[in-house]
């Protein structure tokens, strides 16, 4: 795999969908590299048909790509693991119980493979039942420090919080931000996230001491008509992160 100039530099790095490919170049363009390209499993029909198109993105922007699961449908888990062995891109977003099997069908521990949890509305406590059969069941909520421990054990890199609903869940997400502090783990706070409060998102993570932070923003930036992220919008998340990050 190849690795952007920018990502294993940054303490920061953007993630947001792409509607296109050429899209996707000029998200990269606009971000200064300091960006992985999300692109959805749930678009396609099949696993071949978005290993094709994926490696197309892939190419266009250093193998900055992101593979989704879309909207963190854990139906999706499978299909993104058998992808990602095929493309072996920079970046996975996995339901919890995903995590081991993209680690082991990626074959190496460069690739970023995220783990999703979600707010449980106390502080300190994080659901991981979000997988295609544990979504369904009674919710399993542990502490946010054995659900980092799990992750790890099973070749994690970074805790997905998802959905936080913005600030929502401030007092929720900031408890998580200190315990991926202590633990060195990653953080990828996703969902709400906009221009208006992803510099106070950021700067809560900042704060709290976490190594590496990738926020997801998605339908803020989003063109309803073309399905394109707005350039000019990645441009203003770079402006935020460059003020916050010294």
Known sequence: MKLTPNFYRDRVCLNVLAGS???????????????????LSKNYPDVATAVADMREYAALIDNALSVGLGAGDPNQSQMVSDIAREVQPQHVNQVFTGVATSRALLGQNETVVNGLVSPTGTPGMVKISTGPLSSRAQDGIVPIETAIAL???MGCSSVKYFPMGGLKSRDEYQAVAEACARHDFWLEPTGGIDLENYGEILKIALDAGVSRIIPHIYSSIIDKDSGDTRPEDVRRLLDITKTLVK
Do not use: P, Q, R, W
Not at 21 to 39: D, P, Q, R
């Open 21 to 39: 490919k050429a899209n996707a170049s000029a998200i990269y363009e606009a971000a200064e590299g300091h960006v992985l390209v999300g692109v």
């Open 151 to 153: 992750l790890k054990d």
